[in-house]
């Protein structure tokens, strides 16, 4: 399976808006179309990506560094959001995704810590971020479990 990851910009931010959920799971992300609007607009340090399986764009992901705050006590970086589009959801896009991001973010950034929070109910994502190494932090942030994965 071939993932690769772009930056959104002028020429795909448009497909980007497009990805959709399962309808199950809308409660779980916001739209893409936010995430994208508070890169440019919140005074935050994010970097949004598309993720692609060759040509095709499955998802979206944006990660982001927190400055310790009321919300959370320590500066941390977060997948603040991930998403694979329903049309491409249980064929093993999300799985693959997470780890390649992950051997991103490291060669990055280096051997530290990368957050993630999901909606305590959302059981099918904890077990995925659970599968690939994260491990429940024991908070909850923002109403959202949090669990982490040092790289």
């Known amino acids: 399976m071939e993932i690769n990851f772009k ?3 002028s020429s795909n931010y448009g497909e980007c808006v497009e990805l959709n959920v399962k ?3 809308q409660n ?3 739209p893409n179309y936010l995430s994208l609007l508070q890169v440019h607009y919140e005074d935050v340090e994010a970097y949004p990506m598309a993720i692609y399986q060759g040509e095709n764009m499955v998802g979206f992901i944006k990660y982001v560094f927190y400055p310790a705050d009321e919300d959370y ?3 941390s970086w977060w997948i603040e959001r991930f998403m694979i589009d329903k049309a491409y959801q249980n064929k093993g896009y999300g799985k693959e995704s997470l780890k390649m991001f992950l051997d991103f973010f490291r060669k990055k950034y280096g051997n530290i810590e990368i957050r993630i929070g999901t909606a305590p109910e959302n059981s099918a994502a904890i077990y995925l971020y659970e599968k690939i190494g994260f491990e429940k932090t024991g908070e909850i ?3 959202e479990v949090v669990l982490c994965q040092k790289l």
């Open 28 to 30: 779980f992300i916001s």
């Open 73 to 75: 006590s320590l500066d």
């Open 23 to 25: 309808e199950e799971q």
């Open 7 to 9: 930056e959104i910009d």
């Open 141 to 143: 942030a923002v109403g």
